[in-house]
């Protein structure tokens, strides 16, 4: 990582200040060679074939960026980020048409009041519950829990938004976000707010958070292009699991995630999760359908250049929408990180994943056989079957 830092003689000379601006440059660069079995596109449930291909951003999405900020007296500073995700093994931009994909915000932060930041940034709720989320370890292509249906990964961005995060106050911290849809005629269409409260204490961590996003089309439908949420026009994080729910008026999580480590070699993480997605008038389905997660990360370093961790999760869902058995996913998942030098180090994932049970096919009507999608990396390639095996091998660069 490098770090400039500049200060501006002519505004010093011109308004007499003291501040310093400073402005970071940063990035990732992750490449590596996946296997999938059975490979199909999203919303088909046949002809599915294994593949091994090169995959990237696996371990840490790929990205370049620039933070930073000013010093404005008073235990105030001026603050910045702008961060462009891209694709390592074909160098296209991370999403079509967005030039800071993954973040784009300024704000200003104060020791005793707090931060406050606007623009294209991460939910209150993915904020304070990620230090516990099981892709910390398993990393989010492999282990997020199946089709990040809790959004406990970096899949969800918002737009036009707003989110404020107190100071940490006898090991508390709070935060509140709100984005707006910018729906004419509507403060409520499009918009997605959360709020999420975090406790620290040693090596205890626990944290809680609700979200709501709201469909830019009142009464549900195609999923508004407007939407805070929304991935370039597209609905984000749909998946095989969620697939026949995309026209939900709106989606709801209620989370909770926590750890704690045992000493320098030993720690676990733990997570909970209820997603609903509630129909409306323009929705496809009928009767709101519900998702429950637990699941549990064991995270082991036995040497300083070596990171091992198993994870294991449960979904279920409801049984609505004429369903009589509600689909079911269990999730298992290994990954062994090796440190080259403190910038660089290789990886290896495996999972397995097998669901069970019924839910809504991709016209949000008809009643399908569930089938496998592991973590989020698989959302637009699920598996044609029950079962999904998925292992990759990779090299991974900060800078």
Excluded: C
Aim: proline share 3%; charged share 10%; hydrophobic share 35%.
């Amino acid at each position: 990582m490098k770090k400039v830092l500049a200060t501006s003689a002519l505004g010093l000379v011109a308004l007499g200040a003291h501040a310093q601006s400073s402005v970071t440059l940063y990035g990732i660069v992750d490449a590596g060679i996946g296997y999938q079995s059975s490979q199909t596109s999203l919303g088909s449930t046949s002809g599915g074939r294994s593949v091994v291909k090169m995959v990237n951003g696996v371990w840490a999405g790929s990205r370049f960026g620039l933070k930073g900020g000013e010093d404005l007296g008073g235990g105030t500073k001026a603050i910045f980020q702008l961060e462009q995700g891209f694709n390592s093994a074909t160098g296209a931009q991370g999403v079509s048409g967005l030039a800071f994909n993954r973040q784009a915000w300024v704000g200003v932060t104060n020791t005793t009041y707090g931060t406050l930041t606007a623009g294209r940034q991460y939910t209150a709720y993915y904020t304070l519950l990620s230090p516990y989320s099981p892709t910390t370890w398993l990393t989010g292509a492999y282990g997020a829990h199946p089709g990040d249906i809790d959004s406990l990964d970096t899949v969800y961005r918002t737009n036009n938004s707003l989110v404020y995060t107190s100071p940490k106050f006898y090991g508390f911290t709070a935060s509140g976000s709100y984005s707006f849809g910018g729906v004419p005629g509507s403060l409520n269409a499009g918009s997605t707010w959360s709020a999420a409260l975090q406790y620290l204490n040693g090596p205890f961590g626990i944290a809680a958070g609700f979200q709501r996003i709201n469909n830019s089309t009142p009464g549900g439908g195609a999923w508004g292009a407007d939407s805070a949420t929304s991935n370039n026009g597209a609905q984000t994080g749909v998946s095989a699991i969620n697939n026949g729910y995309r026209t939900a008026q709106a989606q709801q999580r209620v989370a909770v995630t926590g750890g704690y480590a045992f000493n320098s070699q030993w720690d676990v993480s733990f997570s909970y999760s209820n997603v609903q997605y509630i129909p409306g008038v323009g929705s496809a389905f009928r009767h709101q359908a519900t998702f429950n997660t637990a699941g549990a990360v064991v995270h082991f370093k036995p040497l300083t250049a070596l990171d091992l961790a198993a994870g294991y999760s449960y979904t279920r869902a409801t049984e609505s929408n004429g369903i009589s058995s509600a689909a079911r996913y269990q999730q298992f998942n290994l990954s062994q990180y090796y440190s080259l030098s403190k910038r660089t180090g290789l990886y290896a994932l495996e999972a397995y994943q097998r669901a069970s049970g019924q839910t809504i096919g991709n016209n949000g009507t008809s009643i399908i056989n569930a089938t496998a999608s592991i973590g989020d990396g698989q959302n637009s390639a699920p598996s044609s079957s029950r079962s999904q095996f998925a292992a990759g091998v990779g090299i991974i660069h900060r800078f």
